[in-house]
């Protein structure tokens, strides 16, 4: 059974560095047919896409975002990371961490998500 | 940069009845579009991909059309459990990714 749990810190000052960590169980976030990817939802809001990594570490990053946001991993934890830089209120949002397939039939979709964390910017 | 339009931002229906709802995008991205149902509180989960195809697991009330530009997502006779917010996401432009602002649906 695939599963995916968010953690880090829940407040966070303006000007200051969010960073959350996703924890994989169930498979390896080595494995090809899969990326792994960030998506945040502001309060009230829909679904805004972050950025992605590939199986070998490739990221990518939502146009708006790109300028403030670095994704990582680490493969002998079998974790990925956020950091988004210079925070403001509206960056206060649940982050959720999520697995994308990368399978010819089906790339692309999200197909399983950790349960999200919430995360506040304030002073 | 895609983007998708939903609507109606809120559907009132009761149970039993068909709900459509309706995603845009800004030019076309093929059927590379998926639907996400979002319970509150809940992480999304998906439901249909490819437009048309329904994820595993996913109960066959729920079906998808459409290509190009204009696509369907069709609730047939709706179930207390499906009253909830559904967002739609494009991956025609793989690997940047995309979603709708998403269509609230409400028991009237």
């Known amino acids: 059974q695939v599963e995916l749990q968010e953690s880090g810190p829940g407040l966070v000052k303006p000007s200051e560095t969010l960073s959350l960590t996703c924890t994989v169980s169930g498979v390896s976030i080595t494995i090809s047919s899969y990326y792994w990817g960030w998506i945040r939802q502001a309060p009230g809001q829909g679904l805004e896409w972050i950025g992605s990594?590939?199986?070998?570490?490739?990221?990518y990053y939502s146009p708006s975002l790109k300028s403030r946001v670095t994704i990582s991993k680490d493969t002998s934890k079998n974790q990925f990371s956020l950091k988004v830089s210079s925070v403001t209120a509206s960056d206060t949002a649940v982050y959720y961490c999520?697995?994308?397939?990368?399978?010819?039939?089906?790339?692309?979709?999200?197909?399983?998500w950790g349960q999200g964390a919430q995360v506040t910017v304030s002073s | 940069e895609i983007v998708l339009t939903q609507s109606p931002a809120t559907l009132s229906l009761s149970p039993g009845e068909r709900a459509t709802l309706s995603c845009r995008a800004s030019q076309s991205i093929g059927n590379y579009l998926a639907w996400y149902q979002q319970k509150p509180g809940q992480a999304p989960r998906l439901l249909i991909y490819d437009a048309s195809i329904r994820a595993t697991g996913i109960p066959a009330r729920f079906s998808g059309s459409g290509s190009g530009t204009d696509f369907t997502l069709t609730i047939s006779n709706l179930e207390p459990e499906d009253f909830a917010i559904y967002f739609c996401?494009?991956?025609?432009?793989?690997?940047?990714?995309?979603f709708g602002g998403g269509t609230k649906v409400e028991i009237k």
């Open positions: 999520a697995r994308i397939r990368d399978r010819y039939e089906d790339r692309g979709y999200f197909d399983i």
């Open positions: 990594i590939s199986y070998s570490g490739s990221t």
């Open positions: 996401q494009q991956r025609s432009f793989w690997p940047l990714l995309t």
